[in-house]
């Protein structure tokens, strides 16, 4: 009986289990029920997540230094920030009053996306995150 070595495979598929998954999530995206549900938790939820410093340059303020990140919170874990980075802006909000701050999370409510613009290392950057419905 010889071998079928060097033969092309049947050309007919060869049946398999199709088992329900769930297409990944893009990176840079965000759901929209993660996002209210952090909104609805009210911004001080959110701030005891991180540890902050204003950074200030030339005496003027130039954003929030990320000090620490919870280590309970696995959100930040593998994420672009990093500590030691510097949120200079997001979605357009220098946030260095708090009113700023009051009126970024109103308007993430319908916000189409978040946009963080960051220093690291002297060199500023921005992400984006889609907001899907």
Same mark, same amino acid.
């Given at each position: 009986?010889?071998?079928?070595?060097?033969?092309?495979?049947?050309?007919?598929?060869? *049946?398999? $289990?199709? !088992?329900?998954?769930?297409?990944?999530? @893009?990176?840079?995206?965000?759901? /929209?029920?993660?996002?209210? +549900?952090?909104?609805?938790?009210? *911004?001080? $939820?959110? !701030?005891?997540?991180?540890?902050?410093? @204003?950074?200030?340059?030339?005496? /003027?303020?130039?954003?929030? +230094?990320?000090?620490?990140?919870? *280590?309970?919170?696995?959100?930040?874990?593998?994420?672009?920030?990093?500590?030691?980075?510097?949120?200079?802006k997001v979605n357009g909000h220098s946030l260095?009053?708090p009113d700023d701050l009051i009126e970024l999370?109103?308007?993430?409510?319908?916000?189409?996306?978040?946009?963080?613009?960051?220093?690291?290392?002297?060199?500023?950057?921005t992400l984006r995150w889609t907001i899907l419905?």
């Amino acid at each position: 009986m010889a071998e079928d070595v060097g033969r092309d495979p049947p050309s007919e598929p060869i *049946p398999t $289990a199709t !088992l329900p998954v769930s297409p990944p999530r @893009a990176p840079f995206t965000l759901l /929209r029920g993660e996002v209210n +549900r952090t909104l609805d938790a009210a *911004p001080g $939820a959110f !701030l005891r997540r991180i540890t902050t410093e @204003a950074r200030l340059k030339q005496g /003027r303020f130039a954003g929030w +230094r990320i000090v620490a990140f919870s *280590p309970r919170d696995q959100i930040f874990s593998d994420g672009p920030l990093k500590t030691g980075d510097v949120i200079v802006k997001v979605n357009g909000h220098s946030l260095e009053r708090p009113d700023d701050l009051i009126e970024l999370w109103q308007a993430m409510r319908s916000a189409p996306s978040l946009t963080v613009e960051v220093e690291r290392n002297g060199i500023l950057s921005t992400l984006r995150w889609t907001i899907l419905d």
